[in-house]
């Protein structure tokens, strides 16, 4: 078996150097040799694919850096941009097919890495994996009226790795048993705030955390049928240490609390999850009858966790809770758990009385349970004295939302359809009271809403669609006072093919929504207009063409009251986009197989309102085929960022990227 493998990889390898003729040729002149077996001969290869290797060049961001790791965050080096290999060898016993695929290795924020292998009805595994450098330093914080102490305290530079795999048993046939295993991590260092009451210090924090899902389960094919059934469990980990040793003053900036300075000399905090669970999946679809479709899914799980705190500080602190008590050095100790049934479900039903009329309907359920405990102990020293206290805490949340629609399709025409439909949804959930809730220590909301939808599809000509599709509500009572309540939403798509090679898409969505309720006043109005434009001639035509614009519009408006103060205040953010790309491709002049390609466009943003800003991003591109399988391309970018009120968070760099691409 060893031999048959180590045989494989040579003949890949050697069929990946030489062109598919040369192959043929040396099978055929194998076989001639004595005493070797005859083999299948063939003029194709059994691997194929592509492969990009290249190197980048980015010149030092001019402008803030952080920014530019926060938005773009691309280095330079050498770089194996894409992959993507099929193999299909002719009689090898393992695998009928292998897939392997990747992009963006070498360096870069985002790479991932694909790997399929297949034996016809024996089985199947797939298996994914991702990283992403995810890194966010933007000083600024979203308020924009904020300055000083209120600018952005935290910060992330943490790796986040992603691995999917599957292996499957008997694929395509009626029982395919299935297992599996996902692992998602994020580890890595940031900024955080440690808050001692009056005061807030930005320290160091060190991020780790992983969740490990293990499932199994088995697809049963009978036809007109299809059931699934799963069941899992689920380990995750959280662990969290934000710690300084130098002196820090904090929010306050040093501005006096009762005639004392605040500061920190030394703050640690720590804290540990842990937790788990298993869960269950039932899946199934059914066509018992030509009339009708039928589709359902029940999930249910019940994770508990078990958190651990802990928090050491050292300075001039107070706690308010002992009447501004000053204080040296504190001591907190927290310990507790979790457990949180969740319980999801769908079903739907489509019913075809008559060849053109169509009923669907729609059940949607997600109920969540919460119970929670919790023991704090915390002791205070001043020079004087020493202070003990514990306070437990117990809290419950119940929340549940349920939702139904009914729907008819209608084909008043070939050409012309008409939907129309209901949808009722209810929920009720409870919490514990807020800090201004002197009264009862637990509230009750409910949520309820009605829905009419409405929408058309036509095709007046076989060039032009028109699909436009409407919801409007009239909501009783909502969960959040930024949620759904008396909205209007709407979604209407052009689709227009001019020419055989000229097609024009455009696509409007407007969403209107109000809380009129006393002391929310919330209005909230988002629309975007959409327009593309494709012109792909063929016949080998030297000039093809991709453009689209967007323009975009978001208005939010409600009142709140202040803290502390508790005054009523308005809270508006205005944001209006224009987004725009545009690609073009020329094929040059060339002989042979030597025929180059020269690209150019790029991108834009440009917004205006609470926070204006500006973003460009030309791009070119060559690509030059030196022989069949050897290509050269090269590509150039320009970045730019600019905000008006930010100044110093702008940047703007160059960077180029070339290499060789390999067909296979």
């Not at 001019?62 to 290999?85: C, E, K, P, W």
């Not at 689209?548 to 409600?558: F, K, L, N, P, V």
């Not at 090269?634 to 990227?657: C, D, K, N, V």
Request: aromatic content about 12%.
């Amino acid at each position: 078996m060893k031999r048959e493998v180590i045989r494989w990889l040579l003949a890949a390898l050697f069929a990946a150097a030489l062109p598919a003729q040369e192959v043929t040729e040396a099978k055929t002149t194998s076989q001639e040799a004595p005493g070797e077996q005859a083999a299948v001969v063939t003029g194709e290869p059994f691997m194929r694919g592509v492969v990009d290797i290249g190197a980048r060049w980015v010149k030092d961001p001019q402008g803030d850096f952080q920014t530019y790791r926060s938005i773009v965050n691309l280095g330079q080096g050498a770089r194996l941009a894409n992959m993507d290999l099929n193999m299909e060898p002719v009689g090898f016993k393992l695998f009928d097919s292998m897939r392997l695929s990747g992009s963006n290795w070498g360096g870069d924020p985002f790479n991932t890495l694909r790997f399929n292998l297949e034996k016809n009805n024996i089985y199947r595994f797939d298996g994914t994996y991702s990283n992403i450098a995810y890194f966010n330093y933007l000083p600024s914080f979203a308020n924009t009226q904020a300055t000083g102490a209120f600018f952005n305290q935290r910060a992330y530079d943490t790796q986040i790795r992603n691995i999917d795999n599957e292996l499957q048993i008997f694929p395509g046939t009626r029982f395919t048993p299935y297992v599996a295993y996902t692992r998602n991590t994020d580890f890595g260092n940031g900024i955080t705030t440690l808050v001692v009451d009056r005061n807030e210090f930005p320290l160091r924090n060190l991020i780790r955390w992983g969740q490990d899902t293990f499932r199994g389960g088995i697809r049963a094919d009978f036809g007109r049928s299809h059931l699934t059934v799963e069941h899992g469990d689920t380990q995750f980990r959280d662990d969290q240490q934000v710690f300084s040793t130098e002196r820090l003053g904090g929010n306050r900036g040093g501005v006096p609390f009762v005639g004392q300075n605040l500061f920190l000399t030394d703050g640690r905090q720590a804290y540990a999850v842990r937790g788990g669970g298993r869960f269950s999946k039932v899946l199934f679809v059914a066509n018992p009858y030509d009339w009708v479709d039928l589709y359902g899914q029940v999930l249910y799980a019940n994770p508990k966790t078990y958190p651990g705190f802990f928090q050491n500080t050292m300075g001039n602190l107070v706690d308010a809770q002992q009447g501004l008590l000053f204080f040296g050095r504190g001591f907190d100790t927290l310990f507790g758990d979790a457990r949180r049934p969740h319980t999801s479900g769908t079903f739907t039903m489509e019913l075809r009385p008559h060849n053109r009329i169509r009923i669907r309907e729609m059940y949607e359920t997600d109920r969540i349970k919460t119970d929670t405990s919790a023991l704090l102990s915390t002791q205070l020293l001043t020079p004087t004295s020493a202070l003990s206290r514990e306070r437990g805490f117990i809290d419950r949340l119940e929340a549940s939302h349920t939702r139904q629609t009914v729907e008819a399709l209608v084909d008043v025409h070939r050409r012309f359809t008409i939907r129309g439909g209901y949808r009722y949804e209810w929920g009720d959930s409870v919490f514990r009271g807020g800090v201004l809730n002197q009264f009862n220590p637990q509230e009750r909301i409910n949520l309820e809403r009605h829905v009419g939808l409405a929408g058309i599809q036509a095709r007046p000509w076989d060039r032009l669609t028109i699909n436009v599709n409407a919801e409007a509500s009239n909501g009783v009572r909502t969960y959040y006072r930024t949620g759904l309540q008396d909205y209007h939403k709407i979604r209407a798509q052009v689709r227009y093919r001019l020419t055989e090679s000229l097609n024009f898409n455009g696509v409007h969505v407007r969403l209107d929504n109000r809380n009129p309720a006393e002391g929310v006043d919330f209005k909230f109005l988002a629309q975007n207009t959409s327009l593309n434009l494709q012109w792909l001639p063929r016949g080998g035509n030297r000039v093809s063409i991709l453009a689209d614009y967007t323009r975009s519009a978001i208005r939010s408006d409600i009142d709140y009251l202040q803290p502390h103060i508790l005054q009523p205040a308005q809270s508006l953010y205005v944001d209006n986009a224009h987004t725009g790309s545009l690609l073009a491709d020329f094929n040059l002049r060339g002989s042979g197989v030597v025929r180059p390609k020269l690209t150019l466009g790029g991108s834009f943003v440009t917004t205006a309102g609470s926070r204006p800003s500006r973003y460009y991003q030309p791009t070119g591109r060559f690509l030059l085929p030196l022989t069949e399988k050897v290509h050269f391309y090269s590509e150039w970018r320009w970045f730019g960022l600019a905000q008006p009120f930010y100044l110093f968070e702008g940047f703007r760099t160059h960077m180029i990227m070339t290499g060789l691409r390999f067909n296979m």
